[in-house]
């Protein structure tokens, strides 16, 4: 009996330690694999281009609307003003700080900092009416005019700032690239969509009227986007995106008289790249 029952002691002994032994093998679960309750931000910049659209010019005297309007953005390139504090709202810039809500979902607010300079010096199909026509060097046969600087200069660029709200999904794709060590390395798929207010400071100067340039409250926008997320040592990434959407300004400010107003609607791509960080608190 005695034997038998020290055999069923070492018996026992043996499975526990194996056990043990296999628990402690066992490889600790990777800090990427989990996003829930994660914080991110990022910063980077971005290029843009806008549709023509059709802008409408109103106030006391007139009202015109100038069809098919061309615009392009202002790059500032690779320069140091993108990480200097004092400086960092002259280029085109993109901020956003998010959670994950679960290990796929995070939702997030920021502002895309974009810029629209309308084309100068071009010819536009115009209709309405607007005082002392011809006196700005812009009127042209056919019913057109010349974008020329007395007539008319107007720009958001400081900027067509887009401040929204996204909800986004992120999804692991590491293993197609045969990464299994995410913790030093991992790619992911993000794909978001986005709504918010344009909060621009357009800089104008209408029919020899004095320059105005306010920040002011002026539309809404709604965004979608796609991107890949390239994620070093756990919590740094560089993201890429390409991010698309509408834009309405319906209440812009053009002159120092707050009667005067212009509205537009335009589609944007924005091609994006930041850097950033993902952590828990």
Same mark, same amino acid.
């Not at 290990?103 to 002392?132: C, E, L, T």
């Given at each position: 009996?005695?034997?038998?029952?020290? &055999? +069923?002691? /070492?018996?026992?002994?043996?499975?526990?330690?194996?056990?043990?032994?296999?628990?402690?093998?066992?490889?600790?679960?990777? %800090?990427?694999?989990?996003?829930?309750?994660?914080?991110?931000?990022? *910063?980077? $910049?971005?290029?843009?281009?806008?549709?023509?659209?059709?802008? +409408?010019?109103?106030?006391?005297?007139?009202?015109?609307?100038?069809?098919?309007?061309?615009?392009?953005?202002?790059?500032?390139? *690779?320069?140091?003003?993108?990480?200097?504090? #004092? +400086?960092?709202?002259?280029?085109?810039?993109?901020?956003?700080?998010?959670?994950? !809500?679960?290990?796929?979902?995070? !939702?997030?607010?920021? /502002?895309?900092?974009?810029?629209?300079?309308? #084309?100068?010096?071009? #010819?536009?199909?115009?209709?309405?009416?607007?005082?002392?026509?011809?006196?700005?060097?812009?009127?042209?046969? @056919?019913?057109?005019?010349? &974008?020329?600087?007395?007539?008319?200069?107007?720009?958001?660029?400081?900027?067509?700032? %887009? /401040?929204?709200?996204?909800?986004?999904?992120?999804?692991?794709?590491?293993?197609?690239? +045969?990464?299994?060590?995410?913790?030093?390395?991992?790619?992911?798929?993000? =794909?978001?969509?986005?709504?918010?207010? &344009?909060?621009?400071?357009?800089? #104008?100067?209408?029919?020899?009227?004095?320059?105005?340039?306010?920040?002011?409250?002026? $539309?809404?926008?709604?965004?979608?986007? /796609? $991107?890949? @997320?390239?994620?070093?040592?756990?919590?740094?990434?560089?993201?890429? =995106?390409?991010?698309?959407?509408?834009?309405?300004?319906?209440?812009?400010?053009?002159? =120092? @008289?707050?009667?005067?107003?212009? =509205?537009?609607?335009?589609?944007?791509?924005?091609? !994006?790249?930041?850097?950033?960080?993902?952590?828990?608190?």
């Amino acid at each position: 009996m005695l034997l038998k029952y020290n &055999l +069923r002691i /070492v018996i026992a002994t043996i499975l526990i330690t194996q056990i043990s032994l296999a628990q402690d093998t066992t490889a600790p679960e990777k %800090y990427t694999a989990h996003n829930k309750g994660k914080f991110f931000v990022y *910063w980077g $910049g971005n290029r843009e281009t806008f549709t023509k659209s059709d802008i +409408r010019f109103y106030g006391e005297g007139y009202d015109f609307t100038l069809q098919n309007v061309t615009a392009y953005d202002k790059p500032k390139g *690779w320069h140091v003003d993108y990480v200097n504090p #004092a +400086r960092m709202t002259i280029p085109q810039t993109n901020l956003r700080i998010g959670y994950f !809500i679960n290990d796929h979902y995070n !939702i997030s607010i920021g /502002v895309d900092h974009m810029k629209y300079v309308m #084309a100068q010096n071009r #010819a536009v199909d115009i209709n309405g009416f607007y005082p002392n026509p011809g006196t700005y060097g812009e009127s042209l046969p @056919n019913g057109q005019v010349l &974008l020329t600087e007395d007539f008319l200069t107007f720009e958001h660029t400081d900027g067509l700032n %887009y /401040v929204n709200t996204e909800f986004a999904r992120v999804d692991d794709i590491s293993k197609l690239f +045969r990464i299994t060590n995410t913790d030093k390395f991992q790619i992911n798929l993000t =794909e978001g969509a986005g709504i918010g207010l &344009l909060y621009p400071k357009t800089n #104008a100067k209408l029919l020899g009227n004095n320059r105005h340039d306010d920040f002011h409250v002026s $539309g809404y926008g709604v965004s979608a986007k /796609v $991107g890949l @997320n390239f994620t070093f040592f756990k919590h740094f990434f560089i993201q890429t =995106e390409l991010k698309g959407g509408y834009i309405n300004l319906n209440d812009i400010r053009t002159t =120092e @008289n707050s009667s005067d107003r212009a =509205e537009q609607k335009f589609f944007f791509l924005q091609k !994006i790249i930041v850097l950033g960080g993902i952590f828990k608190l």
